[in-house]
């Protein structure tokens, strides 16, 4: 069984900077990609970024590139994220989340229906 766990979330001023982390464990996910959604509060869940497990292609939404980095370290299964200049607008619950195994297009990393296990998710709320 898989278990994503996530945890850096936390309450930063606008311009501020956070680092999220994502554990994954319980097989092996050499062949699966990661993503980081979000979700605010009585809206739906929006792709943020993506990485390829073993490839290290990339990802972004337009609302956060140049602001946030993903990146992976295989070696202790956790992807990371790297968000800076934080926006109040960026206030959401943050999830990982592993793909089929199959996606490879932007459209699929979008797609929420593309990942199958997910993490409980870490509040991000960003102060104006």
Known sequence: QVQLVESGGGLVQAGGSLRLSCAA???TFRNNAMGWIRQARGLERDFVAGIAWSGGTTYYAGSVKGRFTISRDNAKN???RQM???KPGDTALYYCALDTGYCSTYGCYE???SYT?????TQVTVSS
Do not use: E
């Not at 296990?117 to 998710?121: A, C, H, S, V, Y």
């Open 78 to 80: 956790t992807v990371y």
């Open 25 to 27: 464990s319980g097989r």
């Open 111 to 113: 797609s929420p229906s």
């Open 117 to 121: 296990d997910w993490g409980q998710g």
């Open 84 to 86: 800076n200049s934080l």
